[in-house]
Nanobody, 123 residues
Framework: QVQLVESGGGLVQAGGSLRLSCATS????????MAWFRQAPGKERGFVAT????????YYADSVKGRFTISRDNAKNTVYLQMNSLKPEDTAVYYC????????????????WGQGTQVTVSS
């Protein structure tokens, strides 16, 4: 079993920055693909970014490319999402996900999910 706990959300003005963290516990974190998803009010949950176990493979949604950076620290069992140049349309609950299969984690079918952290960007 893997437990995921997100933190770092909050209220920020447009153009500002936030860094989300996802701390994991349980099974071996370093072997898992990790991803961030988000869900805005009234919308389906959507993919944001994913990173392989060793950081060699990283992929972003077009809407965040160039503004967001995903990274991980396997020694701390934590994955991060640095969010810069935030826009009001980035407002959503952000979820961390983990799986040992890339296809599962990238398509929202991960076995493991966090509870989410709210990010609100004011204009």
């Amino acid at each position: 079993q893997v437990q995921l706990v997100e933190s770092g959300g909050g209220l920020v003005q447009a153009g500002g920055s936030l860094r989300l963290s996802c701390a994991t516990s349980g099974r071996t974190f370093s072997t898992y693909y990790m991803a961030w998803f988000r869900q805005a009010p009234g919308k389906e949950r959507g993919f944001v970014a994913t990173i392989s176990w060793n950081g060699d493979y990283i992929y972003y949604a077009d809407s965040v490319k160039g503004r967001f950076t995903i990274s991980r620290d396997n020694a701390k069992n934590t994955v991060y999402l640095q969010m810069n140049s935030l826009k009001p349309e980035d407002t959503a609950v952000y979820y961390c996900a983990a799986d040992d299969e890339l296809h599962a984690v990238a398509t929202g079918r991960s076995h493991y999910w966090g509870q989410g952290t709210q990010v609100t960007v004011s204009s």
